[in-house]
């Protein structure tokens, strides 16, 4: 069973969505697939996610309201198989908790599921206008397209 970990900042508005989607679309072909998302941070610990990015959510079909917030923590290298932040600095904030190369070897850069090698990054909507909300699930919705797409031919080779 593959185990996958969203994290990005506060984990209230691009991890819980990237979650949900993935969620949504694990369910939808029946994956036995396992995802979570966290926050590098501590602040929204046990919060809901942004009322921005729930409302975003259900206008696009995707639950994500009943998701809580959480921190990333040094046993969640042990806990998945893919760590996939949304930015540099949670990259950076994830890999100085990596015990070995082993962990590091497992966190990767979310838009680099649509853009190889590009370095890009899912920007923060959280102080921005509620347009970015859309831009970051359309974003995040194309992302985890890719990574459905790799877990549906991971079981077809099984």
């Known amino acids: 069973m593959m185990k996958i970990l969203m994290v990005c ?8 969505m990237a979650d949900g989607l993935m969620r949504k679309k694990v369910a ?19 919060h809901s996610p942004d009322e921005r990015m729930i409302e975003t959510a259900k206008r696009n079909g995707v639950p994500i309201d009943e998701l809580r917030g959480r921190q990333f923590k040094v046993e969640d290298f042990d806990a ?4 996939i932040v949304m930015d540099k600095s949670n990259f950076q904030n994830v890999r100085k908790v990596a015990r070995d190369e082993k962990d590091v070897q497992k966190i990767e850069m979310f838009l680099d599921l649509t853009h190889p090698g590009k370095d890009l990054e899912v ?8 347009e970015g909300f859309q831009d970051v699930f359309d974003m995040l919705n194309a992302g985890t397209d890719v990574i459905l797409k790799e877990l549906k031919e991971i079981k077809e080779n099984d």
């Open 28 to 46: 939808d072909h029946k994956l036995d697939v396992v995802v979570d998302s966290a926050g590098t941070g501590d602040w929204h610990v046990g």
């Open 80 to 83: 998945f198989d893919r760590i």
């Open 123 to 130: 920007p923060d909507p959280y102080f921005g206008g509620d």
């Open 9 to 16: 900042l506060g984990n209230i508005c691009r991890s819980p």
